[in-house]
């Protein structure tokens, strides 16, 4: 059963054409002279050393060649974390941790529902640390001491959840499943030289898949919002499948909706096209909530589904502020979403659509950000262009408005107004001409020259039809091992509508001495694959985390590459190295640092998950016991903390 990674594919779309990408494969070919090695099927392998000269990024200098200071660490199999010589990594919170003075975890899953709902969801994912404001000669400083933390809690494994696991199944277990998803916001103090949650909180609190959520946006209050429970369409309860993240410059969080649709069934009838676009199955994907709470009924409920897929906003510094689904960016199986500012000083935010053949986005507000005024922000999200990306052969890429009434998007073709748009989000960039893409995960941008990189996870069946070629930005026919865009927008301004791109690096492993798996890694970490989590810290490393499916974790193509990793690249030069490994079982994902650079927090999801992906109540520990050992009864998703044993900054 594979209900979390995207295995299905639900884009039918023939764009961009077969035809069209012949032609401008032939086109480049023509144009590139004797330089291109050419693979059987015609595809140019170097396609990544081409267009790269004309991005943003410089020549390496002296600092630039020792911008990454620590050693290599060979890849793992043990089940623990493992980091370089003169690092410590120790575990802050971990699943069932109270948020604040809530109930302590019962090793044997006993917990409640109401109990699950005051303490860390399961499966950690994307996260962000918000610092503490002192106040200093009347001077605002950010703390690198104390801090909030907002951790995404992407999905469960019933097998560990429950005592019983899925043996029986009731009410109160889909409440305790919905109560474990969502996010946590935890206040955290280095006290002491440790960093512990501060209990009791005012911040801590959960936010799961039934807290009462505002819609805003276009989509607010549109016909196809509308449900039972919400005639006026304007608030949902809940937000699941939280995958990776953003912050705002103004001080909130950014929290995704990705797989939202393995959560829907349908009691009877069959699925609608719209329904099917965004994969939603009859028997929905193993979660069984449908069975328990009808909204999740899409025969019941066919407006319901259209409530999820957002990118959700979070004020983590106010307890009492309601999340807020932010429809103008797009319905999606959103992955992240990356902010930044435009040259004149608007929002932008960069997002994967992660499924085989899907898309990438960005959204431009119409509004400067007045980042200094977090009120004068409130709106900011909800007003401005969406976009998806086209790259071209030929080295550049185009962004394409999603705006109703332009490029096709018309009443006549399907899309009533700029709400149908955005509920269809997917159908309108099948419109449109977006390139399919091999599953874009997370985005990052380079602080120092604003240069995007983004995580194509992997892809390793075309199929057949149209979707069966590979091309430029998604290059291997077979692309077991996945691979990092990047692009340098226009002028460096996030708000262009055109860009040019190149291939950060291919992953893969030469060891196994299959050149179309070999990849191009630079420097001592010489193998990895399927790139997911990414982040830049503010000295310009880049920070890459992998998610191999537990299915092939440490065989196949994998049997070299060991546990889930972090790695860390100098952007210029491309040099990677090995800084982590992660425990048995466990995908490492998010990623977020303190203002000075001398903490490190990352999450450790899901530790033990079988290749079935759930879990045996029986046999608990069959994969692993991270992080309690030998006094705990399961396994547990945590987040991490790393620190320099001199108390220097990370990774330098
Ligand atoms: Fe939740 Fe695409 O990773
Ligand atoms: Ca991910
Ligand atoms: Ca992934
Ligand atoms: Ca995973």
Known sequence: ???????????????????EICLKRRRLLQGSGAALAVTLTGVPMAMSFLPGQALAAQPPT?????????ANIAPSTEDTVRVPPGYTASVLFAWGDPVSNGPVFRQDASNTAAEQALQAGMHHDGMHFFPMWNVDRGVPVASSTHGLLAINHEYTDDGLLHTDGMKTWSAEKVRKSQAAHGVSIIEVKLVNGQWQVVRPSTYGRRITAYTPIALSGPAAGASGMKTAADPAGQEVLGTLN????????????????????????KSSGDPSALEKRYGIAAAGAGYRWHEFDERFDTARHPNEPHRFGWVVEIDPYDPQAKPVKRTALGRIKHEGA???????????VYMGDDERFEYIYKFVSRYRADIANK??????????????ARFDASGKGVWLPLVHGQNGLTAANGF???????????????????????????????????????????????????????????????????????????????????FEWNIFVQCGDPDLGDSSKAGNIQGAAHKFGSPDGLWFDERGVLWIQTDVSTSTLNAGDYKNIG?????????????IRRF?????????????????????????????????????????????????????????????????????????
């Not at 002296?62 to 620590?70: N, P």
């Not at 599953?439 to 380079?446: L, Q």
Request: proline residues 6%; hydrophobic residues 35%.
């Open 1 to 19: 059963m594979s209900f979390h990674d995207d295995d299905g594919v639900s884009n039918a779309s023939a764009n961009p054409s077969f035809e």
């Open 62 to 70: 002296s600092a630039d060649v020792g911008l990454i200071g620590f």
């Open 242 to 265: 939280n995958c990776a993240n953003g912050a705002t410059p103004w001080g909130t969080y950014l929290t995704c909706e990705e797989n939202w649709n393995g959560y829907f069934g």
């Open 338 to 348: 990356t902010c930044t500012l435009a040259a004149d000083g608007r929002a932008v």
């Open 375 to 388: 009120a004068a922000c409130a709106t900011l999200l909800d007003e401005g262009t969406l976009y998806v």
């Open 416 to 498: 009533a107004d700029q709400a149908d748009v955005l509920v269809k989000t997917r159908l309108a960039a099948d419109k449109v001409g977006a390139t399919k893409m091999d599953r874009p995960e997370w985005i990052a941008v380079n602080p120092h020259n604003k240069d995007v990189y983004c995580t194509l996870t992997n892809n390793s069946n075309r199929g057949t039809g149209s979707n069966a070629a590979p091309d430029a930005a998604n290059p291997r026919a077979r692309n077991v091992f996945g691979h990092i865009i990047r692009w340098a927008e226009s002028g460096a301004d996030a708000a262009a509508t055109s």
């Open 563 to 575: 546990n889930n990793q972090m790695l860390a690249a100098n952007p210029v030069t491309g040099e």
């Open 580 to 652: 982590l490994t992660g425990p048995a079982g466990c995908e490492i994902t998010g990623v977020t640092s303190t203002p000075d650079l001398r903490t490190l927090f990352i999450n450790v999801q899901h530790p033990g998950e079988p290749a079935s992906e759930r879990s045996d109540p029986d046999k608990p520990k069959a994969v692993s016991s991270w992080p309690d050992g030998a006094a705990g009864g399961r396994p547990r998703a945590g987040t991490v903390v790393i620190r320099r044993n001199d108390g220097g900054v990370i990774g330098s």
